[in-house]
T-cell receptor
Framework: NAGVTQTPKFQVLKTGQSMTLQCAQD?????MYWYRQDPGMGLRLIYY???????DKGEVPNGYNVSRLNKREFSLRLESAAPSQTSVYFC???????????FGSGTRLTVV | KNEVEQSPQNLTAQEGEFITINCSYS?????LHWLQQHPGGGIVSLFM???GKKKHGRLIATINIQEKHSSLHITASHPRDSAVYIC?????????????FGKGTLLTVNP
């Protein structure tokens, strides 16, 4: 039982490059989330998917797009990376509202 | 948006001490989450509670809905408890999907 798997773990991009962060869960959870974590700040929600086929903006969605490919997978895409997107990104999932979260191990992204 | 304040920001303790970490929030909520982030970065969900108290091993979480305050206690602390502890709350009347996270309390337990 792998839980939530994120890839890659580390990535360095040049300004303007694009990339997709992958996230998959094997727990049959309904909702999935993408967060970013920056020094001195709490986790901030980028996008979430309450259920398969739906996605919604979180607190900081600008510069990102998401796809809920199926119930298992929720990807985050940076179309044109900017240095302000340097951060640690976490994917999470949970069975439904009012349940606890399961987090992936994170992706450390540096945009130069 | 629900404002979340955690205290203290940093806490250093000796092994065996009783630890208390506090979380206050600005508007009424349906449930509050406590999370633990290990030094390596991994995040684990510890508790979700909407009233009273929950206990798991040496960890105890309490919440006072009227006072908009929650505490996380660690009994008989151990160096492996060293981590950042984070509380998170949903917005008042808003979606439980959109949590607001505190900045965390860095706990260091020395042997």
């Amino acid at each position: 039982n792998a839980g939530v798997t994120q890839t890659p773990k580390f990535q360095v991009l040049k300004t303007g490059q694009s990339m997709t962060l992958q996230c998959a869960q094997d727990m049959n959870h309904n909702s999935m989330y993408w967060y970013r974590q920056d020094p001195g700040m709490g986790l901030r929600l980028i996008y979430y998917s309450a259920s398969e086929g739906t996605t919604d903006k979180g607190e900081v969605p600008n510069g990102y797009n998401v796809s809920r490919l199926n119930k298992r997978e929720f990807s985050l895409r940076l179309e044109s990376a900017a240095p302000s997107q340097t951060s640690v990104y976490f994917c999470a999932s949970r069975l439904q509202e009012n349940y606890g979260y399961t987090f992936g191990s994170g992706t450390r992204l540096t945009v130069v | 948006k629900n404002e979340v304040e955690q205290s203290p920001q940093n806490l250093t303790a000796q092994e065996g001490e009783f630890i208390t970490i506090n979380c206050s929030y600005s508007v009424g909520i349906s449930a509050l989450h406590w999370l633990q982030q290990h030094p390596g970065g991994g995040i684990v969900s510890l508790f979700m509670l909407s009233s009273g108290k929950k206990k798991h091993g040496r960890l105890i979480a309490t919440i006072n809905i009227q006072e908009k305050h929650s505490s996380l206690h660690i009994t008989a602390s151990h160096p492996r408890d060293s981590a950042v502890y984070i509380c998170a709350v949903p917005p008042m009347g808003g979606s439980n999907y959109k949590l607001t996270f505190g900045k965390g309390t860095l706990l260091t337990v020395n042997p």
